[in-house]
């Protein structure tokens, strides 16, 4: 049978704690073995494979090329394989636990709220959360290693079901003490001579602002800093020398609280749309419901933080 020459979990779980701990002492301390049986399954790996998974840098091991395809393939499977554990044990006691992905500024600005009402509707249920970029969340929307997402952008696959949860806009905003906080309309080819602290290009955000601009021919801005928080950002604006384009949800509140200003530009605005994301498998799960009809009703409720 072709399947009894392929690799056990065990030397899956031995290459990924090997590169992801640094070596194969902490791989064993953490796998709870002898350095010696880390070493012999790492082995084995190789036999089945047929090539050198790992070679020796100094003192350091690192990945061959084929070791990083098969390093890929063994995180992925491993991850699935606790997935489909925490799945079936979900089964044995009754569907009362999702895992929820969200981006981060979803996570950092809307989360808590929503997790805390969530709690507090349905105490029955669990809800373990992450954040994490797009791509990652569509990726483990995919292979099922997430019951439910909430994202800044659609995910574009076939086992991916998609749905509108509201409407949000980047707002271009400034501190209390920078010279634009309080000024009319922007020409928009002002935008040019600003100087911004940007969320990191692998973020939502900051892929909506490129594509926008792109649109109307702006490229070059002066960005002095890139940076993975928007709390952080906020805080950098209160010193009066940079300007940022941020999710109006994470934001509004310190705009109508005078410690920001949102600078409008004439005919320049960056609308956009955030989702709700589930895999297909999932669409009759009872927690991953209960939250989705928990997200609409919070739409309409002026005490919980929700996008407008």
Same mark, same amino acid.
């Not at 790992?54 to 992925?76: H, I």
């Not at 991850?79 to 554990?85: E, G, S, V």
């Not at 959360?129 to 569509?138: K, L, N, T, V």
């Not at 991953?288 to 009703?297: D, N, S």
């Given at each position: 049978?072709?399947?009894?020459?392929?690799?056990?979990?065990?030397?899956?779980?031995?290459?990924?704690?090997?590169?992801?701990?640094?070596?194969?002492?902490?791989?064993?301390?953490?796998?709870?073995?002898?350095?010696?049986?880390?070493?012999?399954?790492?082995?084995?790996?190789?036999?089945?494979?047929?090539?050198?998974?790992?070679?020796?840098?100094?003192?350091?091991?690192?990945?061959?090329?084929?070791?990083?395809?098969?390093?890929?393939?063994?995180?992925?499977?491993?991850?699935?394989?606790?997935?489909?554990?925490?799945?079936?044990?979900?089964?044995?006691?009754?569907?009362?636990? *999702?895992?929820?992905?969200? @981006?981060?500024? /979803?996570? =950092?600005? &809307?989360?808590?709220?929503?997790?805390?009402? %969530?709690?507090?509707?349905?105490?029955?249920?669990?809800?373990?959360?992450?954040?994490?970029?797009?791509?990652?969340?569509?990726?483990?929307?995919?292979?099922?290693?997430?019951?439910?997402?909430?994202?800044?952008?659609?995910?574009?696959?076939?086992?991916?079901?998609?749905?509108?949860?509201?409407?949000?806009?980047?707002?271009?905003?400034?501190?209390?003490?920078?010279?634009?906080?309080?000024?009319?309309?922007?020409?928009?080819?002002?935008?040019?001579?600003?100087?911004?602290?940007?969320?990191?290009?692998?973020?939502?955000?900051?892929?909506?602002?490129?594509?926008?601009?792109?649109?109307?021919?702006?490229?070059?801005?002066?960005?002095? *800093?890139?940076?993975?928080? @928007?709390?952080? /950002?906020? =805080?950098? &604006?209160?010193?009066?020398?940079?300007?940022? %384009?941020?999710?109006?949800?994470?934001?509004?509140?310190?705009?109508?609280?005078?410690?920001?200003?949102?600078?409008?530009?004439?005919?320049?605005?960056?609308?956009?749309?955030?989702?709700?994301?589930?895999?297909?498998?999932?669409?009759?799960?009872?927690?991953?419901?209960?939250?989705?009809?928990?997200?609409?009703?919070?739409?309409?409720?002026?005490?919980?933080?929700?996008?407008?």
């Amino acid at each position: 049978m072709e399947y009894k020459d392929l690799p056990d979990v065990q030397g899956w779980a031995a290459l990924r704690a090997v590169v992801e701990k640094g070596g194969v002492s902490a791989a064993a301390e953490i796998l709870n073995i002898g350095q010696p049986a880390v070493t012999k399954r790492l082995r084995a790996l190789e036999n089945c494979y047929g090539l050198p998974l790992m070679e020796r840098n100094g003192n350091r091991l690192k990945l061959t090329e084929a070791g990083e395809k098969v390093y890929v393939l063994a995180v992925q499977t491993l991850d699935r394989q606790l997935a489909l554990r925490d799945e079936l044990q979900s089964l044995a006691r009754g569907e009362t636990s *999702m895992r929820l992905e969200v @981006t981060f500024s /979803i996570g =950092e600005h &809307l989360l808590p709220d929503l997790l805390l009402q %969530f709690a507090e509707q349905y105490p029955e249920f669990k809800v373990e959360s992450r954040m994490a970029y797009s791509r990652q969340i569509q990726a483990d929307l995919a292979m099922g290693l997430a019951n439910l997402a909430l994202l800044e952008y659609a995910p574009d696959h076939p086992d991916v079901l998609v749905q509108k949860w509201a409407d949000d806009e980047l707002w271009l905003v400034c501190g209390a003490r920078h010279p634009l906080f309080g000024s009319d309309m922007l020409p928009v080819d002002q935008l040019k001579e600003l100087s911004y602290v940007l969320r990191e290009r692998r973020s939502s955000p900051r892929v909506a602002l490129d594509e926008a601009l792109n649109h109307i021919g702006i490229t070059g801005l002066k960005i002095a *800093m890139e940076v993975g928080s @928007t709390d952080t /950002i906020v =805080e950098m &604006l209160a010193r009066g020398k940079h300007v940022s %384009f941020l999710p109006k949800f994470a934001v509004e509140d310190k705009v109508r609280e005078g410690d920001l200003y949102h600078i409008k530009v004439v005919g320049f605005r960056i609308m956009r749309t955030l989702w709700i994301a589930r895999n297909r498998s999932s669409l009759d799960h009872p927690v991953a419901e209960a939250f989705i009809q928990m997200l609409r009703h919070a739409l309409a409720q002026p005490g919980l933080k929700t996008p407008a």
